[in-house]
Every structure is written in C-alpha cells, then in structure tokens.
C-alpha cells in the first residue's frame, strides 16, 4: 500500500530526554512536514523539508530538530528543550501535480501521540 | 499574512438535514483551499480543494464546497448528513506564488450528527 507512516503510535518521555518519532513515505513525494495538534488551536507547523538534505524551520521549530537524508523519511527529534511537548504530532507529504490537475495536495500520516511522564 | 477562520467550534444536525461547516480565509493572491476532516485518535484525510475554475467542488464523501471570492469564503457543504460524518473538519489556505508552499490551518470545527 501506499502512504505515510509514522511510528510509534504511542510514546512516553521522560523529563530531560530525546525522543524520535518516525515517518516515513513510499508515495515518491518531494516535500514532508511535520505539524503539532493540541486541543482548540488547530494544525501548527514545526519543520518542513522541500527536498533531500534540505529543511527549514516552521512557526514552532524552538526545541525539535529533524534530518532528511533520504526522499523517503523525515524523522522529527522532540529534545529536552521543548518544554511542553505532550501533544498529537503528525507527520505529512505533498504531491507535485500541476496545477491544471489539481495538484500540490499535502497527505497526512495517521499521527503519533507523544506523553510526558 | 495568510489565515484562516472556522467561525464555529461545533455544528449540531440531525441525521438527513443538510449541514453546512464555515470558512472563510484572508490571502494575498489567488488561493488554494482544503478542507480535511479527521476522526478520533486519527490523522487528517483529504476531502476536497479549489485550485481554479468551477467554484463548486465535489469531493469525497458526498461533501462539496463553494468557493465565494467576494465573500473570502469555502464553506463545506453537504446535501443530507449521516450519524458517520461526526468527526472535526478543517479548512486549509496556501497562496499561490509563495516561496514556501505553506498550508495554513483554521482551529477545526466538530461536526456532531444526531440520529
């Protein structure tokens, strides 16, 4: 099958640590985002990347860090800097259709739950 | 700057009306428009988008939307609401043009279908 997949569904963090969530995309697509989702404010950007080896910070970038070394993945690094990290994450790729055939729709991974305990 | 707004936080229908979830958007430039809807514990699915021509648009699920350029607007539309359609439902606006390709999300609105 074809889609994004993100990994794991659940994940508990623990004061003071690292943690990795996964994405990864076999629909070929260029550009993957990652966004937070907590109760009441909507979608909110925290990275995205264009292209491989490329990637810029979105509106809420402070306290995570990803990588793109392959066209496929994306993984989001929430460090222990980001103070309150307890929230929905997910992880997202955009097709490159022409705009004559409706493209550059943007495709959503089923989301990971991220807890601090 | 780009926005936004889903003037509702819930919509309440009963089962076989027709509903109707708002949106309206503030972009320099011509728009893309989404709307996408997500059931619990879930990511988000496409239902539709306007990029050009018809400002009508039919989408996934038997839910359509008009794009109304005077008024800012996509509302989402749907003829005759089903007990399944229950779930929270969000606009999207990217401009076109920008060097980022950003999409922007409103704050969500909750859909609640009674039978």
């Known amino acids: 099958d074809g889609g994004i997949t993100q990994s794991p569904k659940y ?10 969530l996964s994405c990864e995309q076999n629909l070929n697509h260029d ?3 990652w966004y937070r989702q907590d109760p009441g404010q909507g979608l909110r950007l925290i990275y995205y990347s264009q292209i491989v080896n490329d990637f810029q910070k979105g509106d809420i970038a402070e306290g995570y860090s990803v990588s793109r070394e392959k066209k496929e993945s994306f993984p989001l690094t929430v460090t222990s800097a980001q103070k309150n990290p307890t929230a929905f994450y997910l ?8 705009s004559s055939s409706g493209g550059n729709t943007i495709y959503f991974g089923e989301g990971s739950w991220l807890t601090v305990v | 700057a780009q926005s936004v707004a889903q003037p509702e936080d819930q919509v309440n229908v009963a089962e076989g009306n027709p509903l109707t979830v708002k949106c309206t958007y503030s972009v320099s430039g011509n728009p893309y428009l989404f709307w996408y809807v997500q059931y619990p514990n879930r990511g988000l699915q496409f239902l539709l988008k306007y990029i050009t ?6 989408g996934s699920y038997g839910f359509e939307a008009e794009f109304n350029k005077s008024q800012t607007s996509f509302h989402l539309k749907k003829p005759s609401a089903l007990v399944s359609d229950s779930a929270l439902y969000f606009c999207a606006v990217r401009a076109l043009g920008g060097a980022t390709n950003k999409l922007i999300f409103g704050t969500g609105t909750l859909l609640a279908v009674q039978p």
């Not at chain 1, 994940?11 to 990795?20: A, D, S």
């Open chain 1, 91 to 98: 992880c997202a790729s955009r097709d490159r259709g022409h």
């Open chain 2, 53 to 58: 021509g018809d400002n009508l648009v039919k």
């Open chain 1, 31 to 33: 550009a993957m985002y």
């Open chain 1, 11 to 20: 994940l508990f963090r623990k004061e003071g640590q690292n943690v990795t």
